[in-house]
Structures are given as structure tokens and as C-alpha cells.
């Protein structure tokens, strides 16, 4: 762990007039990715194994096997390939003994202001992409619609509800984007990974969403 954060690239940022250098990628993120990579891995897949690829813009941890659940619901929910295996990482310490990695990685993404992480599912791995900081303006379309979707779940299991002004704080921008961030939100529920929480308002102003599985 400390190899791969140390080999992470610094991203430069100035605050109070103090420049100041950290690490491109949270460590508790690194660190839930790889425990994650190691526990779910197909043992059974030969000539494969856990990989960690460190980029200037991004780092991708993948490992061999397909998700036992679809990708859409990693935040909530849990299931382990190799339960031996991880009750044996829970036993170390190095796994949480409910399965809330991803939770803390995208936790630490919207801490740290980050693109939402990206799962992906080829033909025999599975990969995820955590990426270096990027401003809201610079986002793609697809970037925007990934980080309210998670953030969304994010609220979710925390027994909390997404609102316009949560959404923006996630993506750190002022009060003069709601409308820009409420575009974020209709094109988050025509692609149907969210929808407003019809108990709480009918209203647009003060909307409330959840995730489309709710």
C-alpha cells in the first residue's frame, strides 16, 4: 500500500497562499480498491492476477473474474466470491467486516473533489479506475452523470436524500450553477439510475431523488 501511494503522482494546490503538495489519489481509497481486487479475484482464472496500473491522470486496479453483482450496485450491496478469503482479510484487519469498500472509496473520491470512480466489467477482468482531480467545467457529460448517480446512492445508505445543493457541494460549485446541476440531474434520470423521492416535495426547487433501485 505504501509503495503504491508513494508512487502515486502530486497534484499541486494553493490554499491561504501556502502551496502545498499531496498525493493525486486518497490512500483509504488505494487501500479499499486493492483489498477489494485481492478478495474477489477468480483463483481459478489461470494465468492472471490482481493488476495495478499507475497513470498520470489515473490509477486501475483490476482483477481476474467477473462481479458477482452488477456494477450499478456495488455501493449498497455485498457478496464474496471467496468468503474464506475474506473472512481471513477480516480477521487481519484488512477488510471491513460489512462490505463497505466501495462506500469509503467514493467517499474519498467526493472528498477530495475527484472524478466518480469508474467500474468496469471486460470479457474475464474486472477493473476499477479511480481518476486524478478534475475541475466541474472539464467533467464529460458521462463523468457528471457517474458522480451524481453514486453520489445519490452515497446518500442513500446513509439514510440521507440527494438534493441540487448536496449535488453541488459534491461537485464543489457555487450556488450560480443550479441550473447547470440541475442538467446533471435530468440527464441522471434519463438514463435511469435515479428518480425523485415522490414522499418528500413536488417540488422542482427543493426535489429529493434516490437511487433507481430504491
Known amino acids: 500500500?505504501?509503495?503504491?501511494?508513494?508512487?502515486?503522482?502530486?497534484?499541486?494546490?494553493?490554499e491561504q497562499v501556502v502551496r502545498e503538495?499531496?498525493?493525486?489519489?486518497?490512500?483509504?481509497?488505494?487501500?479499499e480498491l486493492i483489498a477489494n481486487a485481492l478478495v474477489h479475484q477468480d483463483y481459478n482464472a489461470s494465468g492472471a492476477s490482481v493488476m495495478i496500473e499507475m497513470y498520470s491522470d489515473r490509477v486501475e486496479i483490476s482483477n481476474p473474474g467477473l462481479p458477482p453483482i452488477q456494477v450499478e450496485r456495488f455501493?449498497?450491496?455485498?457478496?464474496?466470491r471467496n468468503e474464506?478469503?475474506?473472512?481471513?482479510?477480516?480477521?487481519?484487519?484488512?477488510?471491513?467486516?460489512?462490505?463497505?469498500?466501495?462506500?469509503?472509496?467514493?467517499?474519498?473520491?467526493e472528498g477530495f473533489q475527484l472524478p466518480?470512480?469508474?467500474?468496469?466489467?471486460?470479457?474475464?477482468?474486472?477493473?476499477?479506475?479511480?481518476?486524478?482531480?478534475?475541475?466541474?467545467?472539464?467533467?464529460s457529460k458521462a463523468?457528471?452523470?457517474?458522480?451524481?448517480?453514486?453520489?445519490?446512492?452515497?446518500?442513500?445508505?446513509?439514510?440521507?436524500?440527494?438534493?441540487n445543493q448536496s449535488l453541488r457541494e459534491r461537485f464543489g460549485v457555487s450556488e450560480s450553477k443550479v441550473a447547470t446541476v440541475s442538467l446533471v440531474i435530468g440527464a441522471t434520470k434519463e438514463a435511469g439510475?435515479?428518480?425523485a423521492d415522490a414522499s418528500e416535495t413536488n417540488s422542482s426547487r427543493y426535489a429529493r431523488y434516490l437511487p433507481f433501485w430504491a
Open 1 to 14: 500500500m505504501d509503495f503504491v501511494h508513494s508512487s502515486a503522482p502530486r497534484n499541486r494546490f494553493v
Open 21 to 31: 503538495e499531496v498525493k493525486m489519489f486518497p490512500k483509504q481509497a488505494l487501500r
Open 75 to 80: 455501493i449498497d450491496e455485498y457478496r464474496s
Open 84 to 109: 474464506r478469503v475474506a473472512d481471513l482479510m477480516r480477521r487481519l484487519g484488512i477488510c471491513e467486516e460489512k462490505g463497505s469498500g466501495i462506500d469509503k472509496v467514493v467517499r474519498a473520491a
Open 116 to 139: 466518480a470512480p469508474d467500474f468496469r466489467v471486460g470479457e474475464t477482468r474486472t477493473t476499477a479506475v479511480l481518476f486524478a482531480h478534475k475541475d466541474f467545467s472539464a467533467m
Open 143 to 163: 463523468d457528471r452523470i457517474r458522480a451524481c448517480y453514486q453520489h445519490c446512492c452515497l446518500m442513500y445508505v446513509s439514510n440521507q436524500r440527494m438534493s
Open 193 to 195: 439510475l435515479i428518480k
